[in-house]
């Protein structure tokens, strides 16, 4: 396990010896030395450029975007595709002065209660998908929910994350009594739903209940990327109109897409960015692409923990004060996933409220972390965690400041 300096004085020396293990490629052993997806990883790419190396050009784009929050779509992709260690640092530094400047040292915790794996989609990546016989299905109770509310309230938790697969049977009005329920019983606490694309007017009724903000990524901004990730009948052009919806209505929105699906191409995550900054979202949810073993997708290679710390950094310079977290699928492929990320842009973690009887069937992809230093029970070492390298644990909501 690593150990470093607490407190701000030895916060330079920990970042750079995180940095440095990533860079000399020692991704540590897994926590539970469970089967690592680390081995799919890609090396890192050389750059070539057309001063010989194309470093000071790169250097050039994160400045830009550190001064100007925006870069052309052939920057962006020159950008994507010219990650190094050296640049990766220099820009990680730069969001953290960011971040720093906007929500000070504060992360925002929330936590994640995952209501029901029934979903009516069969997307190819996610393991709850419709197709996936062998998931064992389950669906809390109005009471059950509430008493993770309870529990969370009590380790400090200001946020709750209503997250399920589009389930048919927890209609709309079902979810309205609940949301109600929870902000009758802690009026002081944000709620988040991740329930998937609905009607304006399902989304209203969320809304008018008292829910505050809505997660619902975008998967991928590129039209035909989009469609090699999910059967027909789903569209990007519908997630994206539901997004606007969801702004519309006065949601904190967020968007979102996995790094390293199937299919992505450094132009799509150039669409993405593009997309990003044009939805000017509140909140932004990214982690790496993680196979599951009972998904068409079983034997793709999971996306680089690297480029996603990357994408998080480039993120944080483009939309400054964008809630950022640091997500349960980059804790998974690292065992320091979730302070790399803080490292480089994040502000937000996600620990899992959910009962422990039901953890291991919300299997999105294989290997979840859930019962481990990530899991709302294990909110004291989270905050060690976050101390070791200079941030705090905030009590509150945190909400977007406007
Ligand atoms: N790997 C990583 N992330 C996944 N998600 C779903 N399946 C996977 C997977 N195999 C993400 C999607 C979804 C969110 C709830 O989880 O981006 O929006």
Known sequence: R??????????GDIQSRLFKDIQTGNRFQGRRGGKSVMGKQESEKTVTGS??????????LIDKLYETQELSREEWIRLIEGRTPELSEYLFEKARAVREREYGKAVYIRGLIECSNY?????YYCGIRRGNQNAQRYRLTADEILSCCENGYSLGFRTFVLQGGE??????????DVIRRIKKEFPDCAVTLSLGEKSEAAYQCLFDA??????????????DHYGK??????????????????????FQTGCGFMVGSPGQTPECLAKDMAFI????????????????????????????FEETLWLLGLIRLMLPRVLLPATTALGTIHPKGRELGMLAGANVVMPNLSPLGVRK??????????????????????????????????????DYRL
């Open 119 to 123: 979903c009516r989609n069969n997307c």
């Open 167 to 176: 389930d048919p049977a927890m209609t709309d009005g079902w979810v309205a």
């Open 2 to 11: 690593f150990v470093g300096k607490t407190g701000d004085a030895g916060r």
């Open 277 to 304: 900054r044009e939805l000017n979202p509140q909140m932004v949810g990214i982690g790496p692409f993680i196979p599951q073993h009972d998904t068409p997708f079983r034997d793709e290679r999971a996306g680089a």
């Open 229 to 250: 990730l999910h059967p027909d009948g789903l569209s990007l052009a519908h997630r994206m109109e539901c997004l606007r919806t969801l702004k519309r209505i006065g």
């Open 361 to 398: 069937k919300y299997l999105l992809y294989d290997n979840k972390i859930c019962t481990g230093d990530e899991a709302a029970e294990s909110l004291n070492s989270l905050k060690e965690s976050m101390k070791a390298i200079g941030y705090e644990v905030a009590v509150g909501r945190g």
């Open 210 to 223: 008292g829910a505050d903000r809505y997660l619902l990524r975008h998967e991928t901004a590129d039209a």
């Open 51 to 60: 001063d010989g190396s194309g470093r000071y050009e790169r250097k050039a």
